[in-house]
């Protein structure tokens, strides 16, 4: 099983400065990662796909890099409704199984 | 617009059985894979089951193995998940998603229902 790891598992960030968000994988994944977004009592809402793909409707602010086992996601100026906790996932090893990170809880300093 | 909306969550006993259904619209859901998702204490989301667009292949976490099924109804553009002899760390909010056409990543995702496992 491919296992994923986040860090860090918060970060404290002012609105208006850059949050950098780092996810990396225990073995390649080349570019089958995705980044989600989870706000309180709400579904996760996809931002990046192929490791560096906007959603669709995903602000540019958003942005993702990285191949192999490390992984970046870039927030360049965080605006109040960034607040949210963050997810990678996997999606190389599939069929069978997909694998997220624990994600990082991105809070207001 | 894509739309998910999951139901059939509630509060069972231990040892207990639940059917999730997710009712789809908005798109052609017999042409998508589906999957259900659900948070897993200190791993963030933890991928439940996944079924292919004709319900032919159908995968699942080990801990889901021999107690959940998935299925899916395509004339009726629905989802489900059959989740038997439920243990109290099945309890979460259980979300349906739609995996991306020809790609693997989840593309929409529905509101949630939440099956809390309890006596």
Known sequence: EIVMTQSPATLSVS?????????????????SLAWYQQK????????????????????ARFSGSGSGTEFTL???????EDFAVYYCQQYINWPPAFTFGPGTKVDIK | EVQ?????????????SLRL??????????????????????KGLEWVANIKQDGSEKYYVDSAKGRFTISR?????????????????????YYCARIAFRDRYFDYWGQGTLVTVSS
């Open chain 2, 73 to 93: 109804d395509n004339a009726k553009n629905l989802l489900y998940l059959q989740m038997n002899s439920l243990r109290a760390e099945d309890t979460a909010v």
């Open chain 1, 74 to 80: 870039t927030i360049s100026s965080l605006q109040s």
């Open chain 2, 21 to 42: 259904s997710c009712a789809a619209s908005g798109f052609t859901f017999s042409n998508y894979w589906m999957t259900w998702v659900r948070p897993a204490p200190g």
């Open chain 1, 15 to 31: 609105p208006g400065e850059r949050a950098t968000l780092s996810c990396r994988a225990s073995q390649s994944v080349s570019s």
């Open chain 1, 40 to 59: 309180p009592g709400q579904a996760p809402r996809l931002l990046i796909y192929r490791a560096s793909t906007r959603a669709t409707g995903i602000p």
């Open chain 2, 4 to 16: 998910l909306v999951e139901s059939g969550g509630g509060l069972v006993q231990p040892g207990g």
